[in-house]
């Protein structure tokens, strides 16, 4: 009876092939939309399942492409009942050297981490994938010093990479920041290399929930984002509502200075999302890394409303480094209305803020910062 059915699809006519073509298209196209993850997320899922695009076989196709759209159509079958393999690699959205956008191939579900960019290692740990990180850098920050030592390798800083230690890690997948945009195509000689950031316009709140997409996509574990990131607007806009027709200066204490920060780079949450004019630089000004030098009599010129302070050096462990209230506290400042209301916000997580900017769990700290000093 089977050679008999299958005869006859043989003897089909050219008009039946194209619709039942179009029928297994249908389905295979079925298969791709469930199978796919959301454009938000800047991710295209590759199931690599050539069957179901057996569907678009062209009218007049021989007894073998049949077989094939038949197949296909088995394919997206299965995969309405749930049975769907998962794909082995996927698209996501990434930067390059030049860190500009790229689309990168990585493996689905890759099980060996090499994590060299702080906020991708607190987005790691949030998602409960910290078992398969193999090799990180080094770093101060309290709540990730479970991937320092043991069986995870050291593979360098944040800053400089140790080629060497990542190769012998046999990583799947490195991650890295914009500290090592310079040794990215070294590293990519290595595994695929996601290199993601924060963007001031988009905002952080934005930018991590983004990257958390980005990252949680590469593991199937999209639907876990909003929850981790549940919250934050609200908070977001309790700081707006207190700091509006308030104005302040951003700085960062280091090496006995005092530089001013603008709104186009680190602690940007302050201005353009917790709401506060930043008046301590030209807005046109690049002040995206370190700021720029500042006198204390400047502070008493712009007299802000505010003043918040990251210290530099107790991010990144300066050993006898000054603390920042003993930089900043000084016969100037105290002549301020900012030091003499109180306002003077002393950054309390200083490493989230300077070296994991872009994680979960650092915009959690960073914003506790802001609301312990102000609400």
Known sequence: MRKMVFAAAVLMTAAGLAACAGGVGGAGGKNASE????????????????????????????????????????????????????????????????????????????????????????????????????????????????????????????????????????PDVIFIGGRLASSYDALSEIAPVVYLATDPETGLVESVRKNASIIASIFGLESRVEELMAGFDARINALSAFSSGKTAIVGMSTSGGFNVLGSD??????????????????????????????????????????????????????DGAKLARDIVENELVMGTDAYKNGHIIYLVHP?????????????????????????
């Open 35 to 170: 199978n796919g993850t959301t454009a938000g997320a800047g991710v295209l899922a590759e199931t690599g399942a050539d069957a179901g695009t057996g569907g678009f076989a062209e009218a007049g196709a021989g007894a073998e492409a049949g077989a094939d759209a038949g197949a296909g159509a088995a394919t997206g079958a299965g995969t309405e009942a749930g049975t769907s393999a998962s794909p082995t690699s996927l698209t996501i959205q990434s930067l390059n050297a030049s860190k500009s956008p790229i689309s990168l191939e990585v493996p689905f579900s890759p099980q060996r981490l090499a994590v060299l960019d702080m906020a991708s290692l607190d987005i790691l740990d949030a998602l409960g994938l910290g078992d398969r990180v193999v090799g990180t850098a080094d770093t101060s920050l309290d709540y990730l010093q479970q991937y320092i030592g043991g069986s995870t390798a050291n593979l360098g800083t944040i800053k400089e990479a140790d080629l060497e230690a990542v190769m012998a890690s046999e």
């Open 351 to 375: 490493a989230a803020w300077y070296t994991a900017e872009g994680g979960i769990t650092a915009l959690d700290r960073m914003l506790a910062d802001l609301e312990d000093g102000l609400l």
């Open 265 to 318: 780079g680190r602690c940007s949450l302050i201005s353009r999302e917790a709401g506060f004019e930043n008046i301590g630089v030209d807005a046109a000004a690049d002040t995206s890394t370190h700021g720029n030098e500042a006198s204390f009599e400047f502070i008493v010129k712009t007299n802000p409303d505010y003043v918040f302070v990251l210290d530099r050096d107790a991010a990144i462990g300066t």
